[in-house]
């Protein structure tokens, strides 16, 4: 006999929302991670009283007013604007691309000079429909920017060529003919000054959480606790990879605790060089402006993904989404399963767009 409405595989914030909204609208919900904490890549632990991002720097924003109220039902945000500085070499450069960056980069002082320095280098190597993001960023922002700022630091991100990648992947940074350093776009943005995992564990009041709970190896047993189940793990894995696996992208952090109060003045640095082998380096404690008399470092490492590692960024080229579409069509033959989330959905989701497919699939089910 069922004792859940819903089981939930994955205590991230896919699952947690939907957790959330489930037990909200009175529906009884077990929620389990096979890790050991809830949160998923969200996760924040304190160190020297800093709130530690495990996975990777997780800066919340979004252009909608619901999803902007929604979460700070369950965290107090703060202000804090994402402004990463790329270290080329040992010079810097204010991203996204803007005024500071062309004046860094090619000492143009107005708009006018900088649309034409970009027009000028694209010139020679103008596509008029990009196809991958080399063509893409040339297109963009010329090609010493591309060279500097872009080649380097994607490849290394995602281990292949930039003439392999989907152009999509550079169309997520703005380019700015204004002297502004915000990386997004969005109307809201904000750290949540308890960190991410309080906000979780917020979420899932009213809800029963079993970590270190491994559901692909206790399928049988899981399968007879709810009525329904929300899949937010890997697809592939779901269906024991039977048309191979597809490809993530994973990261590996080196973390250090400094016994100094400020680094590198800012919460991230990008390493924008070939050479360098990390991607870039965090100091946590800028998140949520710390004035810890220590500061902790992270050094972020992408690697291929293997099996047993946490995957974190699906690789959306051409061959992966078609093998995801055959995956889907499987998932779409069972009901009783909603599929969700980044590697549930094999989609490059950013947080609120997390949140807004989880209340959409919600909608559906009623
Ligand atoms: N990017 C880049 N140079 C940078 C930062 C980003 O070329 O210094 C490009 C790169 O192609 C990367 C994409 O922008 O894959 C998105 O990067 P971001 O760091 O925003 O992604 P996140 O890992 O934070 O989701």
């Not at 990777?56 to 979460?71: K, N, R, S």
Request: hydrophobic share 35%; aromatic share 14%; glycine share 8%.
């Amino acid at each position: 006999m069922a004792v859940y409405d819903y089981l939930i595989v994955g205590a991230g914030l896919y699952g947690a929302v939907t957790a959330q909204q489930l037990c909200e609208a009175g529906k009884k919900c077990l929620i389990i991670d096979r890790r050991s904490h809830i949160a998923g890549n969200l996760y924040t632990e304190q160190v020297e009283g800093i709130q530690v991002h495990r996975y990777g720097a997780h800066i919340f924003h979004t252009d909608d007013p619901a999803i902007w109220a929604y979460v700070n039902r369950f965290a107090r945000f703060n202000h804090y604007v994402n402004s990463p500085i790329a270290n080329y070499k040992g010079r810097l450069y204010n991203l996204p691309f803007n005024m500071n960056t062309f004046y860094a980069m090619w000492g143009c002082t107005t708009p006018e000079q900088a649309k034409a320095k970009i027009e000028e280098q694209r010139r020679s190597r103008y596509t008029d429909t990009p196809k991958n993001l080399e063509e893409q960023a040339i297109n963009l922002v010329g090609a010493d920017i591309y060279e500097m700022l872009i080649r380097g630091y994607t490849e290394k991100q995602w281990g292949r060529p930039c003439s392999e990648l989907p152009s999509f992947i550079i169309q997520r940074l703005p380019v700015r003919f204004t002297y502004d350093n915000n990386y997004f776009n969005s109307s809201y943005q904000g750290v949540p000054v308890d960190g991410y995992t309080k906000m979780v564990e917020n979420m899932l009041d009213g809800v029963d959480v079993r970590l270190g709970v491994d559901y692909l190896k206790n399928r049988d047993a899981l399968g007879t606790a709810a009525k329904r189940v929300v899949y937010t793990g890997p697809i592939d894995a779901y269906f024991d990879y039977c048309y191979g696996p597809l490809q993530y992208r994973s990261l590996r952090f080196e973390t250090e605790v400094l016994d100094c109060p400020n680094y590198q003045g800012n919460a991230v640095v990008n390493y924008t060089d070939r050479e360098t082998p990390y991607t870039r380096i965090i100091e946590h404690k800028h998140f949520v402006f710390g004035t810890q008399p220590k500061t902790v470092i992270s050094k972020e490492y992408s690697t291929e993904w293997n099996k047993g590692a946490e995957p974190y960024y699906p690789i959306n080229d051409g061959r992966n989404n078609r093998l995801y579409a055959r995956y889907k069509a499987l998932a779409m033959q069972d009901e009783r399963i909603i599929f969700g989330g980044r590697l549930g959905a094999y989609k490059y989701y950013d947080m609120d767009v997390a949140i807004s497919k989880a209340l959409e699939a919600l909608q559906k089910i009623g």
